[in-house]
């Protein structure tokens, strides 16, 4: 489960590289699941596969329901 800690990382992707360990998986394994990770990355590459199956993560994107998608941009000055 979750637990309290100081700082909290997640490391989406990594270049084409898997790493599947008891501390550190990459791609992050919920990655697909969020649309407040995916829009971003997407933005910076739209064509972007998942190093494990080559599944586009823009298809993942389209699978999120309506509700899984609802995040606000905040632009800063």
């Known amino acids: ?3 309290d800690r100081l700082i909290d990382l ?3 992707l990594f270049r084409s590289e898997v ?16 649309a407040f ?3 971003p990355l997407l933005e ?5 596969r998942s190093p494990i199956d080559g599944l ?4 993942c994107l ?3 329901s309506s509700d899984q998608k609802k995040i606000n941009r905040i632009v800063g000055d």
Request: proline fraction near 5%; glycine fraction near 2%; charged fraction near 20%.
């Open 37 to 39: 990770a995916l829009l």
């Open 10 to 12: 997640d490391i989406l």
């Open 62 to 64: 389209a699978e999120l």
């Open 56 to 59: 586009l993560y823009e298809n």
């Open 19 to 34: 790493i599947n360990d008891s501390r550190l998986s990459v791609p992050h394994p919920h990655l697909c699941k969020r």
């Open 44 to 48: 910076l590459e739209s064509t972007l």
């Open 1 to 3: 489960g979750y637990q």
